[in-house]
Nanobody
Framework: QVQLVESGGGLVQAGGSLRLSCVAS????????MAWFRQAPGKERVFVAR????????YYTDSVKGRFTISRDNARNTVYLQMNGLKPEDTAVYYC??????????WGQGTQVTVSS
């Protein structure tokens, strides 16, 4: 049973920062690629960032490049999303996503991020 639990969301003013965390109850966390997605009201869920299990390489959607940083701590089974320079258009529910070629894939329950102008 794969369980992902996000935390760290909240209300912040434009220009502010938040750090999201996702703790994964999975086997061999270091072998999972981890990612963050977000879903704004009335819109589809979209990709934000991912970090590879193999070499720690990262990839971001264009709208967050230079502002968001994804990282992982394999000893703590945790992936982070540091969000700086937040904008009202970053308002969304943020979801943690885990995928493994061996064990499958799973979504977290989401955490709300609201950025006020």
């Amino acid at each position: 049973q794969v369980q992902l639990v996000e935390s760290g969301g909240g209300l912040v003013q434009a220009g502010g920062s938040l750090r999201l965390s996702c703790v994964a109850s999975v086997r061999a966390f270091s072998t999972w690629t981890m990612a963050w997605f977000r879903q704004a009201p009335g819109k589809e869920r979209v990709f934000v960032a991912r970090i590879s299990w193999k070499d720690g390489s990262t990839y971001y959607t264009d709208s967050v490049k230079g502002r968001f940083t994804i990282s992982r701590d394999n000893a703590r089974n945790t992936v982070y999303l540091q969000m700086n320079g937040l904008k009202p258009e970053d308002t969304a529910v943020y979801y943690c996503y885990a995928v493994s070629g061996t064990y499958g894939r799973s979504w977290g329950q989401g955490t709300q991020v609201t950025v006020s102008s």
